[in-house]
């Protein structure tokens, strides 16, 4: 694993990251102002059940390609790793492609049955189309994560948001000039217009990534379809399927059950707010949710990034068998997220206040910036944690961990929250990413307990 090229690919996400998500937080205001409180926490109420629908059909595919196409590349296999690109590409979209029809059929089901709110069936209905688009986007991002050539995902990132911002921009105008009542439409429509902008540029770049030679066009041209290549080709991509979904079937089932509980938990937060009293519990949650804890996960754009990178970059070394190295990179990533955290804690415990009222013109927002700081240690930790374990090949104990740590926000929602109020949330996250830390490190700790190699 090169240093300069890590460094270098984490540095530019992080750029594009905090620049994303800078014009972020303008959209967000933008949309407070517009659609108000309660119509951020409908759109916010429709996301888990997307996460959902994406964790079916692509998350565990996407993550499996990035670890195969690195731990291909490393032994110097590209063109076996670009298969696998198209394999895991071709099922995910298809899937999602399914998913999304289905979501759009019984939008109104999924609307009143399972959200209990029947508003959000027109949000739903547009999160159909974006679906096949996100899956496919996501894959042929996991195909340069793996290269480490974080150029392209980055560009992605922030076509699809000015897509999105402009997009929204542009239902606010329309939605204005005919006199309509102005909704949380406009934030699914700006992300189905992020999702077909992110689309269209990451085909375009892996069009001129993988364009053949003028060599190539004229041995693959005449009778491609009936060569022994064909065949070849074919044989391969059902070998390929079987070695994606082997890694893509734990993944996925960590991300459906960890994707489903918190569904579970977003649907739960508003009905036990409304048995604590808490005026609009809607309200109350699209400012939890939509304003403050956007601020906190604010500066995780780095440990985001870095998460990016360390996970075909660990599956390398893993591959590679340098273990000493890889011991190296856990201590390192600790103790720059821990110490990250601590910061951002400090500053956004003495600074809360001003900034939910200087970003929201809302006290409360700033309130639960100040609460949720303390979580930031351990909640930025967790993410590089996360992308380690799944680089060396540890789903399983992600799951294990992820599950232990939603449980105890469950616990957290239907236990206190009525008897505290929005506090409850807050202790449930806390703790749950408390626990979440001890036990990825004890697992990490017992993996590489033993001294190995001394090649670093």
Do not use: W
Not at 102 to 112: E, H, I, M
Not at 165 to 182: A, D, K, Q, T
Not at 429 to 453: A, N, W
Request: hydrophobic fraction near 50%; include cysteine.
């Amino acid at each position: 694993m090169s240093v300069k090229v890590f460094l270098k690919g984490t540095l530019i996400l992080t750029v594009t990251g905090f620049i994303a998500r800078i014009a972020g937080f303008f959209y967000r205001i933008f949309l407070s102002r517009t659609i108000g409180a309660q119509g951020m926490g409908l759109y916010q109420l429709i996301l888990p059940l997307q996460a959902l629908m994406l964790s079916l059909t692509c998350a565990g595919i996407q993550s499996s390609l990035s670890r195969l196409i690195a731990a291909y590349t490393a032994k110097g296999q590209k063109k076996k790793a670009q298969k696998l690109l198209f394999s895991g590409t071709l099922c995910a979209t298809l899937f999602s492609c399914i998913t999304g029809l289905f979501l759009y059929k019984y939008s109104r089901f999924f609307a009143a049955g399972i959200l209990k709110a029947p508003a959000a069936a027109p949000l739903l209905s547009l999160t159909a189309f974006s679906l096949p688009l996100c899956a496919l986007h996501a894959c042929i991002n996991s195909y340069y994560y793996a290269l480490k050539k974080a150029a392209v995902p980055s560009l992605i990132q922030l076509m699809e948001q000015a897509a999105r911002i402009g997009g929204s921009y542009v239902l606010y105008l329309i939605f204005l000039s005919e006199g309509r009542e102005l909704s949380a439409i406009i934030a699914a429509g700006g992300a189905l217009a992020g999702e077909i902008a992110a689309s269209l540029t990451a085909l375009t770049a892996l069009f001129f990534s993988l364009s053949p030679h003028p060599e190539s066009e004229a041995k693959a041209s005449g009778m491609l379809f009936f060569n022994r290549k064909f065949i070849s080709g074919i044989s391969g991509f059902f070998h390929g399927l079987r070695e994606i979904f082997s890694l893509a079937a734990p993944v996925s089932l960590n991300r459906i059950l960890i994707t489903l509980l918190g569904g579970i938990e977003t649907v739960l937060i508003p009905q036990m707010l409304s048995r604590h009293g808490s005026g609009s519990a809607l309200e109350t949650y699209g400012i939890f949710t939509g304003m403050a804890l956007p601020v906190i996960l604010f500066p995780s754009t780095l440990t985001g990034s870095l998460a990016v990178m360390l996970m075909p970059s660990v599956a390398e070394l893993d591959a590679l068998g340098r273990t000493s190295r890889i011991r190296y990179v856990i201590r390192t990533s600790i103790l720059g997220c821990v110490l990250l955290g601590i910061f951002c804690c400090l500053g956004f415990f003495s600074l809360g206040d001003l900034l939910g009222k200087l970003l929201f013109h809302s006290s409360q927002a700033g309130f639960y910036i100040r609460m949720l700081s303390l979580a930031c240690p351990f909640l930025y930790a967790n993410t590089a944690l996360t992308s380690i374990l799944h680089g060396l090949g540890k789903p399983g104990s992600c799951l294990i961990h992820s599950i232990c740590g939603i449980l105890i926000r469950l616990l957290s929602v239907i236990l206190v929250i009525p008897r505290t109020g929005i506090r409850g949330y807050f202790y449930g996250i806390f703790f749950g990413e408390f626990v979440i830390f001890l036990l990825h490190i004890t697992v990490l700790k017992f993996t590489y307990r033993q001294p190995s190699d001394n090649r670093i």
